[in-house]
C-alpha cells in the first residue's frame, strides 16, 4: 500500500497510509478548486489539512479513522478485481441533488471516467440533477425502489418527511466540532445504509458523497448573531430538523429549493436563507445577501443509491468494479474535503460577505434549549416516540449521544450525559 501511495502522491488518487503530506496536490478536475489559482489552492489545502494557529482546526482525524481504513479495503487497490465481462452495455443515469456543489463535479470528473475506464466502457455514469429533471427531492428514494431513477444522491433532509429516521444524519446543532460530526456520521453509516436498503425496496447503497463546507449559515441583508435578531424573520429552510431549528429561535420556517434561495432573498420574499456555506458560495448568495450568521458546525454526506433490479442486472465483476471504483471515489472526497472546509467560509468572505458569529449566549441558548426541546423533540414527534422509532433512538443514544453529550429516555425527555467520544471526551 505504500507504493501505491506514493505512485499518487500530490494529486487525484493519492491516498493516507502515514504520510497526510502525500494528500496535498490539486483536484481531479480545475472547477474543483472554486475558482481558486492551483498554487493557492494547494497552499490553502496544506494550511487546512494541519491547522492554522488561532483555533483553525486541522482535518488529520478523517485519515486516521477507523473508517478511512475501511475504504482503503474496499477500494482493493493492492488486487483490484478483474475485468471478466465483455459485450455488456449499462448506462445509468445518476441524479444529483445540485449541479453547483463539489461532489456533482468529482462525480462526473473522477468516479464516472474512472468506472468507464475500469469496465472498457460496459459501464456508464450520466450525470443530471433534480432541477433538470424537474424534481425535488423529497420522493427521491421512492423513485429509486420503483425504477423510475436508475440511482441518485439522496439527502436525508429532502426524505425526512415521509421518512423521519434517516433524519439521525441531520440533526442540526447537536456536534459541536468538524471531528465529533465526522466521526459520529461514520459511526451511524452502517445504520443509515440499511435503513435506506428497507426504504429503497432493496435498493443498494453503492457509496457516500462527503461534503466538507456544509456548516449551516444564515445568509441574509441584516446580521443575525443572537436570539433576537432571528425573532419574527421569515428564513429559508431545506428540512423538517432546520425548520425545528428556526422556530426554537423564534423565527419563521419558509420552505425553498437551493435553487429558489436567491431569488428569494432577491425579493425579500425572506429574510435569510439557512444553507451550507459551500452553497451559498456556489448559488452567489453575496449578491443577494450582506451577512451571514452561524454557524451549525457539520460534517456531511449524502448517499448514492442504485434500482435494485437494475443492480441485480450487471455481472458480479462489474458490480465489485463499481463498488471498488466508488470507494476511490469516497477517498477522494476526503482527500479534498479540508480545503472545501476552509473555503467555504473564506471564498463567501473575500466575495464581501460579512460574517457575523453566533454570540456565546446564543450558541448557550442553541445548547441548552433549541436543540433538545425543539431539534430533537420535534424529530421524536415525527417518529412517533415512543410508540416507533425505538431502534433510531437506540442508534442515536449508542453512537450520537457520546460525543453529543445528549441522551434520549424512554418517554422522550432529554438529558445531558457525560461526553466520552470524540475531542470534547472527558477523561
Given at each position: 500500500m505504500a507504493g501505491y501511495a506514493a505512485e499518487r502522491a500530490g494529486g487525484p488518487g493519492a491516498i493516507f497510509v502515514g504520510d497526510a503530506s502525500q494528500l496535498i496536490g490539486?483536484?481531479?478536475?480545475?472547477?474543483?478548486?472554486?475558482?481558486?489559482?492551483?498554487?493557492?489552492?494547494?497552499?490553502?489545502?496544506?494550511?487546512?489539512?494541519?491547522?492554522?494557529?488561532?483555533?483553525?482546526?486541522?482535518?488529520?482525524?478523517?485519515y486516521e479513522s477507523?473508517?478511512?481504513?475501511?475504504?482503503?479495503?474496499?477500494?482493493?487497490?493492492?488486487?483490484?478485481?478483474?475485468?471478466?465481462?465483455?459485450?455488456?452495455?449499462?448506462?445509468?443515469?445518476?441524479?444529483?441533488?445540485?449541479?453547483?456543489?463539489?461532489?456533482?463535479?468529482?462525480i462526473e470528473s473522477y468516479w464516472?471516467?474512472?468506472?468507464?475506464?475500469?469496465?472498457?466502457?460496459?459501464?456508464?455514469?450520466?450525470?443530471?440533477?433534480?432541477?433538470?429533471?424537474?424534481?425535488?427531492?423529497?420522493?427521491?428514494?421512492?423513485?429509486?425502489?420503483?425504477?423510475?431513477?436508475?440511482?441518485?444522491?439522496?439527502?436525508?433532509?429532502?426524505?425526512?418527511?415521509?421518512?423521519?429516521?434517516?433524519?439521525?444524519?441531520s440533526l442540526y446543532g447537536v456536534a459541536r466540532d468538524w471531528e465529533s460530526s465526522y466521526l459520529m456520521l461514520t459511526e451511524i453509516a452502517p445504520d443509515v445504509d440499511r435503513m435506506m436498503r428497507d426504504i429503497g425496496g432493496g435498493g443498494y447503497v453503492l457509496n457516500r458523497n462527503w461534503a466538507a463546507g456544509y456548516d449551516q449559515w444564515f445568509f441574509g441583508r441584516e446580521p443575525l448573531p443572537t436570539t433576537a435578531d432571528f425573532r419574527g424573520r421569515k428564513i429559508r429552510t431545506h428540512s423538517a430538523s432546520m425548520s425545528d431549528f428556526i422556530r426554537g429561535m423564534g423565527a419563521e420556517p419558509v420552505g425553498l429549493s437551493a435553487a429558489e434561495m436567491y431569488a428569494a432573498l432577491q425579493t425579500e420574499a425572506v429574510?435569510?436563507?439557512?444553507?451550507?456555506?459551500?452553497?451559498?458560495?456556489?448559488?452567489?448568495?453575496?449578491?443577494?445577501?450582506?451577512?451571514?450568521?452561524?454557524?451549525?458546525v457539520r460534517f456531511s454526506y449524502t448517499t448514492n443509491v442504485i434500482n435494485r433490479d437494475l443492480w441485480e442486472e450487471i455481472p458480479?465483476?462489474?458490480?465489485?468494479?463499481?463498488?471498488?471504483?466508488?470507494?476511490?471515489?469516497?477517498?477522494?472526497?476526503?482527500?479534498?474535503a479540508p480545503f472545501q472546509n476552509f473555503v467555504a467560509l473564506e471564498g463567501n468572505k473575500q466575495a464581501g460577505l460579512k460574517v457575523r458569529s453566533f454570540t456565546e449566549d446564543t450558541l448557550r441558548y442553541i445548547d441548552?434549549?433549541?436543540?433538545?426541546?425543539?431539534?430533537?423533540?420535534?424529530?421524536?414527534?415525527?417518529?412517533?416516540?415512543?410508540?416507533?422509532?425505538?431502534?433510531?433512538?437506540?442508534?442515536?443514544?449508542?453512537?450520537?449521544?457520546?460525543?453529543s453529550g445528549l441522551r434520549i429516555n424512554a418517554k422522550g425527555s432529554i438529558e445531558r450525559v457525560v461526553v466520552t467520544r470524540g475531542p470534547r471526551a472527558q477523561q
Open positions: 490539486p483536484p481531479p478536475h480545475e472547477s474543483l478548486r472554486l475558482d481558486f489559482p492551483e498554487n493557492a489552492y494547494i497552499q490553502i489545502s496544506a494550511a487546512a489539512l494541519y491547522g492554522l494557529p488561532g483555533g483553525v482546526p486541522g482535518h488529520t482525524f478523517i477507523d473508517y478511512y481504513q475501511g475504504l482503503l479495503d474496499h477500494a482493493n487497490l493492492a488486487n483490484p478485481t478483474e475485468l471478466r465481462s465483455s459485450g455488456e452495455s449499462f448506462e445509468i443515469q445518476h441524479v444529483c441533488l445540485n449541479r453547483n456543489v463539489p461532489n456533482c463535479a468529482l464516472a471516467p474512472n468506472l468507464a475506464a475500469r469496465t472498457n466502457g460496459q459501464v456508464h455514469l450520466s450525470v443530471t440533477s433534480l432541477s433538470e429533471l424537474g424534481l425535488a427531492g423529497s420522493e427521491t428514494l421512492d423513485q429509486v425502489a420503483d425504477g423510475s431513477l436508475d440511482m441518485t444522491e439522496v439527502f436525508t433532509g429532502y426524505v425526512s418527511r415521509d421518512y423521519p429516521a434517516l433524519e439521525l444524519l429574510d435569510a436563507a439557512a444553507t451550507a456555506a459551500m452553497l451559498g458560495l456556489t448559488q452567489r448568495l453575496s449578491e443577494v445577501a450582506d451577512f451571514m450568521a452561524g454557524p451549525l458480479p465483476d462489474l458490480q465489485q468494479i463499481m463498488i471498488e471504483e466508488g470507494a476511490k471515489a469516497e477517498l477522494e472526497a476526503l482527500r479534498l441548552e434549549v433549541v436543540v433538545p426541546e425543539h431539534v430533537l423533540s420535534g424529530w421524536l414527534l415525527r417518529l412517533g416516540y415512543p410508540d416507533s422509532g425505538q431502534e433510531v433512538v437506540d442508534i442515536f443514544n449508542e453512537k450520537v449521544g457520546p460525543y
